[in-house]
């Protein structure tokens, strides 16, 4: 198989094109060539959408498949589309469940509303960019475009920081606020299992919308955070907390705790959505405690959380040390 990756070098990316690799495919990764690195082997060529004639790179290739995990302007994925329209079998775009149109049901499938947004806007926020990239995609590549509706990505490479901040918390050891309860279903995906399953839908042929994440309760609260306790070794204890003091010290679920969305959070469709087509058509998530794991050696070998390749930094993940012992204190007080 032929595969075309467009950026290569951040979270997702990096590790389609390690997936690619490793089965022995034919890898060509399209970038700037400004940030990270390549595998042996993967041809590069040089380019930036962005920019008039940016794409003459890709004048006289041929490829099986394309991936592209472009999260800025859609004007950008919709002039990529319509520049390989005729030289790529399929085209598989990495979007996000952030394109449904809140609020979101809990359990929506991917047949919920959608954010409104058009192909060639030339900008706009996360959502509407994801969204708009999807309409790009899909008027030139029709049933050949799949849509990869991912949902909370971690895993070796994360650029937000969400799963290393647990680590690196749990690693400095002494009492650890733990948002409750213990038993907190969670919904995400490791980016390997991620990578896996685009390379296998597109050999498949597959097209159409998918909610790429696990099943609600793949793991929990409880799980995740015990994974990190053993794999940092740290002197830490966990304190469990109700999530009713948390969120009256106005603590923000999701960006202050990171994965954390308690039940019936506006926001706890993230962690609940309806992943029947993804798993029909061959997702598989491994256990928590190697994603954790794998994340921690991966930390260790890098010291800090990466830049995001190409696109502009995004705010820190994390509370605060000082509110942290602040509810700590009011907890045990």
């Given amino acids: 198989m032929r595969l075309l990756m467009l950026g290569g070098t951040g979270f997702v990316g990096g590790a389609t094109v390690a997936e690619g690799a490793r089965r022995g495919w034919s890898v060509t990764v399209f970038n700037r060539g400004l940030h990270g690195v390549r595998p042996d082997g993967v041809r590069w060529l040089r ?8 794409l003459a790179a890709l004048a006289g290739g041929e490829w099986d498949v394309v991936v592209d995990t472009w999260d800025g302007a859609p004007r950008a994925a919709f002039d990529a589309a319509r520049r390989l329209v005729a030289s790529v079998g399929r085209y598989v775009y990495v979007s996000s469940g952030s394109v449904y149109a809140e609020p979101v049901e809990p359990g929506s499938d991917e047949d919920a509303p959608v954010v409104d947004a058009a ?5 706009g926020d996360y959502p509407r960019n994801k969204a708009g990239a999807e309409r790009a995609v899909r008027a030139v590549f029709g049933e050949r475009a799949l849509l990869a509706r991912a949902g909370l990505i971690l895993g070796p490479g994360e650029d937000i920081g969400r799963l290393p901040w647990w680590l690196t918390r749990i690693a400095r050891g002494g009492d650890v606020l733990a948002p409750g309860p213990v038993d907190l279903p969670l919904q995400y995906v490791d980016v390997r299992d991620l990578a896996s399953w685009l ?18 309760g793949h793991a929990t ?13 740290a002197d830490a204890r966990l304190r469990w907390t109700p999530p009713e003091p948390i969120l009256a010290a106005d603590v923000v ?22 992943v029947t087509r993804a798993y029909a058509a061959g997702l598989t998530c491994r256990p928590v405690a190697e994603t ?12 800090t959380v990466p830049a995001r390749a190409g696109r502009p930094a995004r705010a820190p993940v994390g509370l605060d040390p000082a509110r942290e012992a602040a509810l700590l204190a009011a907890a045990t007080a």
């Fill in 292 to 303: 954790v794991a794998d994340t921690w050696r991966w930390l260790g070998e890098v010291g």
């Fill in 47 to 54: 380019g930036d959408r962005t920019t008039p004639g940016g």
């Fill in 253 to 274: 679920p999701w960006n202050d705790l990171p994965i954390w969305v308690p039940l019936g959070h506006p926001y706890r469709w993230l962690q609940e959505r309806d």
């Fill in 119 to 123: 192909a060639d806007d030339d900008d």
């Fill in 221 to 233: 609260m409880g799980e995740l955070l015990d994974a990190c306790v053993t794999v940092t070794g």
């Fill in 199 to 216: 390379l296998d839908a597109a050999v498949a042929g597959l097209g159409g919308a998918f909610n790429v994440v696990s099943r609600p």
